[in-house]
């Protein structure tokens, strides 16, 4: 007979966090209580007034009714990751030993993690970075070591910080390019820079790269693993953010350097790929269309993108006790907060008063003593504007 105890969680979960998802709560808190909401935290371009091109649809669409609805190799489909090998090449990437096709760029990440870091072993992870890194390392066993970046120098990465903070235990660096949350788009100094701290320590660079198309004012995208073929990187991107199609939930990584020193992480990762059977493949059929069509639908994107990052930049920074550097790519922003209290019950106080829902720039990392929130620019020019004004209003309470 059991004894009816309590079923206790795996210690293993504690920690995890996920600062995006986890502020809904308060959102749906909120909107019970009569607010109008305003939604500028998650990343999803489909809520809004972006599609994702008809000709993946198409061609996911005819996959199916051609069938190929059974499981696919678990690697990917052969169309897919050729394609995915030569849009690698056409950004400079050499030395390429393995393409894998994942359930978004999420599983790529956990997959490549689960395959190269032990147990209390670290990870280099970037703060202010995406949550998911810092949610899937302490389910592994192991431990996140986060260097900043400067937001005097345009958040780029901080060099020094960076190989401060490598010791015995550290096995790879995390490279988010263009950043989330600030936007950020990295300089090839910079890059070399990471490259440099990755051989002297004989790290992998994880280079999360899922914004590499949408970019502004001109800027071009360097992929840091075209910058050095004898550097042991992991690359990745998918259909989420260039080809509006994030609930599709298809990604990839592609793994480059020296084959002699990759071996055994790549046996490592095929056998978790074999092991989880195949990411969703009918869509995996729209890889080719994307990767190998006319990208006719990014310009029209970014020239909208464009505005509305003008118009956050222009108002967040007119706002008494706000400060926000210039995003150069994605669709974020991560203004800092000149306020007394912490940012997350300023964040919390913001959506209950208002209907604003942002995220807490704690939620992403920061540098201490710091404050941020991260706003998504999505939306419609006139749902910002309401938003921003609401905010202008909120942060008088605290000027």
């Known amino acids: 007979m059991g004894t009816g105890g309590v079923i206790r969680a795996a210690k293993r979960t504690e920690n995890i966090r996920y600062a995006v998802r986890d502020i809904v709560i308060i959102a749906k808190e909120a909107e019970k209580a009569g607010k109008e909401m305003l939604y500028l935290n998650i ?64 599983e790529a990440i956990e997959i490549v993690l689960t395959s190269l870091v032990n147990e209390g072993e670290n990870v280099l992870t970037p703060s202010p970075g995406y949550p998911l890194y810092t949610a899937v390392i302490p389910k592994i066993g192991a431990i996140e070591n986060p260097y900043y970046l400067s937001e005097e120098h345009g958040w780029q990465p901080d060099l020094e910080d960076m190989r401060a903070k490598v010791n015995d235990k550290t096995r790879a660096i995390v490279l988010i390019n263009p950043n989330n949350p600030t936007g950020s788009n990295s300089s090839r100094e910079f890059l070399e820079g990471v490259i440099d701290i990755a051989l002297e320590h004989d790290l992998v660079i994880l280079a999360d790269e899922i914004y590499d198309k949408m970019l502004f004012d001109g800027q071009k995208h360097i992929s840091i693993a075209s910058l050095n073929p004898d ?3 992991v690359t990745f991107n998918g259909l989420s953010k260039n080809y509006v199609g994030p609930g599709w939930r298809i990604g990839w990584g592609v793994v480059s350097g020296p084959e002699n020193r990759l071996k055994d992480l790549l046996d490592a990762i095929n056998r978790i790929l074999r092991a989880r059977l195949c990411a969703n493949h009918p869509l995996q059929y729209a890889i080719p269309a994307a990767l190998d069509g006319d990208d006719s639908h990014i310009q029209p994107m970014m020239d909208k993108l464009t505005r509305r990052r003008d118009l956050t930049y222009e108002m967040l920074n007119a706002i008494d006790g706000i400060s926000c550097v210039k ?51 999505l939306p419609p020019e006139e749902i910002l504007e309401k938003a921003y004004n609401q905010i202008a209003e909120f942060m008088k309470k605290y000027r």
């Open 231 to 233: 550097c042991p990187v």
């Open 327 to 377: 995003p150069g790519g994605a669709f974020y922003a991560f203004p800092k907060l000149e306020i007394d209290i912490d940012d997350e019950t300023f964040v919390k106080e913001l959506i209950r008063e208002t209907g604003v829902v942002v995220v807490h720039g704690s939620g992403f990392g920061q540098v201490p003593g710091t404050k941020h929130m991260r706003i998504v620019f």
């Open 43 to 106: 990343g999803d371009p489909n809520q809004f007034d972006f599609q994702t091109p008809k000709t993946l649809i198409d061609a996911a669409h005819k996959a199916m009714l051609d069938n190929h609805c059974g499981y696919s190799p678990s690697s990917g489909i052969p169309q897919a990751v050729d394609s995915i090998r030569r849009y690698a090449e056409s950004k400079g990437i050499r030395n390429i030993h393995d393409v894998f096709v994942t359930t978004g760029g999420s």
